[in-house]
């Protein structure tokens, strides 16, 4: 053991090999001494530490055999929820155990050689494989609790149909460039000429003699209206990622039906008569004909719906009587929808599933970021003074006029712009870059619309750089009880004076869950109706208003099970011709809220440079499937094979599928049942993380890449701070 020891002062004359995304990692010493680390087994995961073990082996040549044992490490990491990867900037290596005894001296040189080269060799590692590894844990500040998950209105039609909404009683302003009048407590376009009103969305206009309609196709529209269609149509164009959509209307060139909405509401829709299909092994019926997650229970003969990621029951389609049912007492037979079938995509919204499991572990995980404390700045804009409303339940107070989230704590204040909490000693600044967010964010209700601040957090800091990050409830997504929902459930009255600046909606947009991208409208919202451009450049900026923070908004119906009747979770889904189709919108553009700064640095925007990774000699091995498990097809050996459990002891799965533990330099079978089936669900969860993985890089690689819109970081697209309407 100690002549196997020695090798690792070699530190300076040591090689690298393997892709970054490949386990076993190698390093190979000068004497040509093998270390090779094994693939990790995370522990923990909270903000940007992640703590996990490894199996790691040292051989001192190619006739003698490898010395096996275990590390524990604790590594900061760097996450790009983009593209799904995780890079380890710093790690500290706490304990080393081998099978045989060793001297100390030997374990600490052996400490110091995984913390010098594990950041080197672990740059833009699959996230996937450890989040899915992970085991349950849900820590208590990332749980939402006292949400609101009241019914919406819940319209069922059977005919083509299109919800528009709008926010209240229809406010209008006068646009002096279009010669019109506006609703602006919509983010649909409405205008009012000549005592009508009209509709614009799929390219189409549709006019009443009233904002809330009813509302019929028509040809005869005032000449000025090319104006109009010319300005959303270049402030689209303007957006990245953009691509022409005409959605809303059905293939056969039939018009849907307008509802129109001034409260929060849901619209479920069939073609036609609602059809049925029984789902293998339950006594579920799912609805074939139907964008929507609709089924029926044939034991009780109720009807479940799946909105904004909860459930609704019912004793029939068209009611009023909809009831919320929580994710954990469903009828136990939707917890047995098949992956891989047409509606495995509702088992995320279904408590005790792996895919349950999976997405609250993912809300967990942050989109980190650095940020430049000398040149980070934002702004703050009010329409009027300054007004302030008391936070139930703490000491603090948020600002109602603004579409900016502020919040005064012991006479400062403070704000998050796109990822950045920010400070100040007036509530109109000078603002500098934040070090210690306030104590009691953690503790706002989410009744108030400045809740998703908490999601935002400060990791560490230095005299340059203030370390961040942000989960997925910064962007509207929760983890609420044993699965995620979208949205706080609450309707937050919007701010209505000179300007308009609305609050973030939960129902009314088809929101549906996509394990690759999190949360996207449904399918039949498109720029064609969603005129995302309407925001941007027509009405001084955009603030997010509707679907969350600054500049971010959710991509666009995705889901590819209905179209190519394949599910999201079975394996070898990449295989299949079958990919999301919002990539090539708004996904890599928007979907990562520090891409939009200038003032940050990411993994993905190319300028994290912490780990130099010259020298190394990345080799990418030919790999084929074998009996669900990774071969290496240069000596037909297991790939990942590998693997410890808590205690430091080392197994192997040989290829006969027999795992075996490693106990003073042999392989003996392992024969206690529990063990065996431990380490079979470790595997298994391993293996399910990378097809995940190769999942998510084959739809992403199937999509063209979405064309720069001049203006990758830096705030937002106006001048002043949040975006608003002027009244």
């Not at 090798?7 to 390093?27: G, M, R, Y």
């Not at 990345?618 to 990942?640: D, E, I, W, Y």
């Amino acid at each position: 053991m100690r002549q196997a020891l020695t090798l690792v002062f070699l530190l300076a004359l040591s090689t690298f090999t393997n892709a970054q995304s490949d386990w076993p990692k190698t390093i190979t010493a000068s004497n040509g001494a093998i270390i090779k680390i094994y693939q990790m087994q995370p522990e923990s995961f909270s903000g940007n530490q992640l703590k996990y073990r490894s199996a790691v082996s040292i051989q001192q040549n190619n006739t003698t055999d490898p010395v096996f044992g275990t590390f524990w490490a604790l590594a900061t990491v760097e996450t790009d929820r983009d593209n799904r990867t995780l890079s380890i900037l710093s790690v500290k290596i706490p304990n080393v155990k081998f099978a045989s005894d060793s001297e100390a001296d030997q374990l600490s040189y052996i400490k110091s050689l995984l913390e010098f080269q594990i950041p080197a060799l672990s740059s833009n590692l699959q996230l996937d494989p450890i989040t899915s590894s992970l085991e349950m844990r849900t820590e208590e500040k990332k749980v939402s609790k006292d949400l609101n998950n009241n019914p919406p209105k819940i319209i069922f039609s059977n005919h083509p149909a299109m919800l528009v909404l709008i926010d209240g009683e229809p406010k209008l302003q006068n646009n002096a460039e279009w010669g019109v009048d506006v609703v602006v407590n919509s983010p649909f376009t409405i205008v009012k000429s000549n005592n009508i009103y009209y509709l614009y969305g799929a390219k189409k206009w549709f006019s009443s003699g009233a904002a809330t309609g009813p509302y019929q196709l028509t040809n005869n529209i005032p000449y000025n209206f090319s104006k109009i269609e010319a300005a959303i149509s270049n402030a689209n164009n303007a957006d990245p990622g953009f691509t022409a959509d005409t959605k809303g209307q059905s293939a056969d060139g039939i018009i849907p039906e307008i509802i129109v909405s001034t409260q929060p509401a849901e619209l479920i829709q069939t073609k036609g008569e609602a059809n049925f299909n029984p789902i293998d092994g339950t006594s579920l019926l799912y609805v074939t004909n139907s964008d929507n997650d609709i089924f029926m229970d044939t034991n009780s003969q109720k009807y479940y719906v799946l909105v904004s990621g909860r459930w609704y029951v019912a004793p029939q389609l068209n009611t009023n009587n909809w009831q919320y049912i929580a994710a954990n007492t469903l009828p136990a037979d939707f917890s047995k929808i098949p992956e891989g079938s047409k509606k495995d995509n509702v088992l995320a919204s279904v408590a005790g599933t792996d895919a349950a499991r999976e997405a609250v572990m993912d809300a967990q995980i942050p989109q980190t970021a650095k940020v430049d404390r000398k040149n980070a700045s934002t702004d703050v804009t009010y329409d009027g003074n300054p007004q302030f409303e008391n936070i139930n339940g703490t000491s603090m107070q948020y600002a109602v006029n603004t579409q900016n989230s502020v919040i005064r704590y012991r006479d400062r204040y403070y704000t998050v712009d796109k990822g950045v909490w920010f400070e100040a000693p007036t509530a109109t600044g000078p603002w500098s870059v934040c070090v210690k967010r306030p104590e009691e964010v953690d503790i706002i209700p989410p009744s108030y619309p400045v809740y998703n601040m908490k999601y935002v957090y400060i990791y560490d800091s230095n005299p340059d750089w203030v370390y961040t990050g942000y989960t997925p409830g910064y962007l509207n997504a929760y983890i609420y009880g044993p699965t995620v929902v979208y949205g706080t459930g609450f309707y937050y009255r919007p701010w209505y004076g000179h300007h308009f600046y609305p609050r973030p909606y939960t129902w009314g947009f088809g929101m549906q869950y996509n394990p690759w991208t999190g949360w996207g409208f449904g399918f039949d919202y498109s720029f064609g109706w969603f005129n995302m451009g309407f925001g941007f450049g027509l009405w001084g900026g955009w603030g997010g208003g509707w679907w969350g923070p600054s500049i971010y908004r959710p991509p666009y119906g995705y889901n590819p099970y209905a179209r190519a009747g394949y599910g999201y979770y079975g394996h070898n889904v990449y295989n299949r011709n079958t990919f999301a189709n919002n990539y090539n919108r708004s996904f890599r553009a928007t979907n990562n809220v520090y891409n939009l700064r200038r003032d940050v640095v990411t993994v993905n925007n190319g300028r994290m440079n912490s780990v130099n990774n010259s020298g190394i000699n990345r080799v990418n091995n030919t790999q084929r499937s074998q009996g669900g498990a990774s071969v290496n097809s240069a000596n037909g050996v297991l790939r990942n094979n590998i693997t410890t459990d808590r205690a430091g002891n080392v197994y192997q799965r040989n290829q006969q599928g027999q795992w075996q533990q490693n106990q003073q330099h042999q392989w003996q079978p392992v024969n206690q049942n529990q063990q065996v089936q431990n380490l079979n669900r470790q595997q298994q969860m391993q293996q399910r993380g990378e097809v995940r993985s190769q999942n998510f890089q084959m739809q992403r690689s199937s999509a063209p890449a979405p064309r720069s819109s001049g203006n990758s970081g830096g705030g937002s697209r106006s001048s002043g701070g949040g975006g608003h309407r002027n009244r």
